[in-house]
Each structure stands twice: as structure tokens, then as C-alpha cells.
């Protein structure tokens, strides 16, 4: 039987989108809705390491292409790090939607 992601080990309920934004370190116990099992994630599915440079290339990066070399409107520039920054964020939130695997986990 394979894991489903982002789903309980004991009743396999899908568990809700809500708990990535509680916590997606190991540090975390969650408790499943159904079953009230304690859980927490196998690991942690994008690392510091690579979320760094995504947040620099999504936020960064835009307002300073645009701030350089289209125009140099300061309001402009922010709306285009925003949007930018919002396109990178839902990106990650899906991928570690899709790839958060749960545990159980012993009081």
C-alpha cells in the first residue's frame, strides 16, 4: 500500500490545507480530525535551503529587473514583486501539499 500524501496513517482521511500554514517542521505534533491520532511530517518536504533562494527569485528578483531596466516607479516595482511573490508562494504551498508525508507519533 502506498502513502498518500498529506493524508492520515490510520484512517487515511485527507487531512486539511490549513496545516501548512500551523507548521511544517517536525516540531509540530498535529491531531487528525477523524481519528485523533497525533501526527507529524516524515520530513520536511522544502528545506530552508531551497526555500531561500525561491523567495529571493520571486520577490527579489522581479522588483529589481523591474526597477532596473523597464522603469523606475518604486509603487510599480512592488506590485510586481508582490504578484511575483504570491505566484511563488502558492507554487510552494502546493508542493508541499504534495509531498508531505505523516507519521505517528507516541506521547
Not at 69 to 91: H, Q, R, T, W, Y
Amino acid at each position: 500500500m502506498t502513502k498518500e500524501p498529506f493524508t492520515c496513517p490510520v484512517c487515511g482521511k485527507r487531512q486539511p490545507f490549513k496545516w501548512l500554514f500551523l507548521g511544517g517542521s517536525k516540531r509540530y505534533i498535529l491531531k487528525c480530525k477523524s481519528c485523533h491520532s497525533n501526527l507529524w511530517p516524515d520530513k520536511d518536504p522544502l528545506p530552508a535551503t531551497v526555500s531561500t533562494p525561491i523567495g529571493f527569485i520571486c520577490g527579489t528578483l522581479p522588483f529589481m529587473i523591474h526597477w532596473h531596466f523597464i522603469e523606475k516607479n518604486l509603487i510599480l516595482s512592488f506590485i510586481v514583486a508582490i504578484g511575483f511573490g504570491l505566484i511563488g508562494f502558492i507554487i510552494v504551498c502546493i508542493y508541499t501539499y504534495k509531498n508531505t508525508y505523516f507519521n505517528l507519533r507516541k506521547r
